[in-house]
């Protein structure tokens, strides 16, 4: 099946495609036209130019949105730093890497807790990462468990970098500043830097899943190289969502939250962020469905690299060509047909460090949905003695792999460390000849 199958109905309209410019008005006219900059706007609109990337650019890169609002962005009052912000567990180191133990042994987190009294702002817990948001290197891995709505006026954004979300559990109801989302378990979404938004869940039902913020750069997607024009995540399949605005600027209060450089603010404004009409540019949020990814694959013989699973990657020029800060992958169900093969992953160690999380479905061993795995750089690991043996002698005919499952993987050139909260909330240190995940997602 090609498509994931939900329960849940998304009722919102998207524009179809990964990248490139785009362009929506909620009310017909309030793009103004040829000009970005009018000296009036259609009716009686603020211009806001919202950049992602520096005005130079190159122009493949360029990420840059004008927005028609009621409002600018820029009215509220002076933000003020949330001190006892309830776990800390946003903060961020203000030197590099000083926040983070940076350990060698692979590391299991048994399935995080719900809970019920936080909603989006108070549930991100920074597990693990590396690097400084402040110099815009490096990359933050989050999870976050909510029992409860945003209050309905408030809005979060990040400036530290853009938020790849996603849900294990429960649904995300989304309203961006450039319109609403519906993210379901089996999609994620990516809400990049500065953009406002607000969560809400669908039903009441309690929601949990995973995050990556990456402080440098942007998603793209990988080359294809031999493989051609198409296959993986194919750009068609990515949904951005369509201007939609609320009316809320006569006596009211709203609050906003932002994080910067780790910490979180606040600030009152009288009037909403959710107020572009229209708006048009190459800088905007979109979601995608993992059950839409075209895997390949080995059909005749070997244990090909997971690099094939790659649904978006973030190049790190530092690092040489085609090394990422961050690789999102994912392993869906599929087809194994190789012949004289040992099927599971071949026992590894890599200079590129692994984070990966159970979206749904039974691994082998403690993995669990809504736990997860470290394995850093150059940390030796592969499967268990009694996997081993099996597959090493097992009849190796066509078989289907991880039917009704879908984990994911976070690949990165940085080693990674564990934050204070993740080395308390940590399940086990796994220091064995065996692990647990790679056999999974491969064999
Ligand atoms: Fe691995």
Known sequence: MPVTQFNVIDP??????????????????????????????????????????????????????????ILPSASHQSFESVPDHVNQSLIHSKSSGSQFTVIPNQLLWAPFDFDSGSSWVDSLHLIAGAGDPTLKQGIGYYVYALGRSMDEKSAFYSADGDFLIIPQHGTLDIRTELGKMLVRPSEFCVIPRGIRYHVALHDSEPARGYILELYQGHFQLPELGPIGSNGLANARDFQTPVADFIEDYENTE???????????????????????????????????????FCPLNAVSHDHIDPSIFTVLTAPSIPHGPGTAVADFVCFGPRWNVSENTFRPPWYHRNTMSEFMGLIKGNYPGDFRAGGANLHNTMSGHGVDTQTFEKASGMDLVPTKLMQGSLSFMFESCLMVGVTEWGLKTVASKVHQFGAIVDLVADM
């Open 254 to 292: 709203w609050s906003l939250y932002g994080k910067f450089g780790g910490n979180l603010f606040s600030a009152k404004q009288s009037h909403t962020p959710f107020d572009v009409v229209a708006w048009h540019g190459t800088y905007y949020p979109y979601k995608y469905d993992l059950g839409r």
């Open 12 to 69: 919102y309209k998207y524009i179809n495609g990964f990248g490139g410019h785009k362009e929506s008005e909620a009310i017909e006219g309030a793009l103004p036209l040829a000009a970005n900059s009018p000296q009036k706007c259609p009716y009686g609109l603020y211009n806001e130019k919202l950049s992602g990337s520096a005005f130079t650019a190159p122009r493949n890169e360029n990420q840059q949105t004008w927005l028609y609002r």
